[in-house]
């Protein structure tokens, strides 16, 4: 079936670098793409979104990269600090239909990122 | 403004009984999405409800159902609980199609 997978499940990476977190999905019917952090004990926090007419999005600190092409997402997280330290999802979703009942998210698994001082 | 609200934060069950969980959605949200969270595993989406009704539902047996009440707070029901039910399951609201905005999550756990 359709998924949403990630190729690292584990990041590490010394405070003040460049983070880099990849996801791969496969349904190409996804419109819109999510990047959610979940700190131990808290629920996911949304981080930065994309949709498919664009490719690449900005936002403080992160930058979210689409390639259609290969049905590839990434996170950039510039200048990594010990805050950052979590677990990071993807989500992806189709586009709604006529009625609407696509707006389920589907995530992958997670990256635990460690974000080492 | 007060963020997406869950009760209880722990919550611990035998097999067999039943569990209620809670959920209060940001002011003005619509649409509530219940998602299951399985220790090491990602988040499995459960069902959504928007303005009272069922709009989509997860690959979840019956036993897992819900509603959402005319102030658009939601309840998850879990009937006949196994050991396996055991998770964090997480509640978000939105405003239909836009993005979603989690809770802390009630921690189940089926002894």
């Known amino acids: 079936g359709e998924s949403v997978g990630l190729h690292l499940p584990t990041l590490s990476v010394q405070e003040g670098d460049n983070s880099i977190i990849n996801c791969a999905y496969s349904n190409s019917a996804s419109d819109y793409f999510i990047w959610y952090k979940q700190e131990s004990g808290k629920g996911p926090q949304f981080i930065i979104d994309?949709?498919?007419?664009?490719d690449k999005r900005q936002g403080q600190r992160v930058t979210v990269l689409l390639n259609k092409t290969v049905k590839h997402l990434s996170l950039q997280i510039a200048a990594t600090q010990p805050g950052d330290s979590a677990v990071y999802f993807c989500?992806?979703?189709?586009?709604?239909?006529?009625?609407?009942?696509?707006?389920?998210?589907?995530f992958g698994k997670g990256t635990l990122l460690t974000v080492n001082p | 403004e007060a963020g997406v609200t869950q009760s209880p934060t722990h919550l611990i069950k035998t097999r067999g009984q039943q569990a209620t969980l809670r959920c209060s959605p940001i002011s003005g949200h619509t649409s509530v999405y219940w998602y299951q969270q399985a220790l090491g595993l990602g988040l499995q989406f459960l069902l959504w409800y928007d303005e009272g009704e069922e709009r989509n539902r997860g690959n979840f047996p019956p036993r897992f159902s819900g509603r959402q009440f005319p102030n658009y707070s939601s309840e998850l029901n879990v009937n006949a609980l196994e050991l396996e039910d055991s998770a964090l399951y997480l509640c978000a609201s939105s405003l239909q199609g836009d993005e979603q905005f989690f809770g802390p999550g009630t921690r189940l756990t089926v002894l």
């Open positions: 994309i949709r498919s007419n664009m």
């Open positions: 989500a992806e979703r189709p586009q709604p239909d006529s009625g609407g009942s696509n707006y389920k998210l589907t």
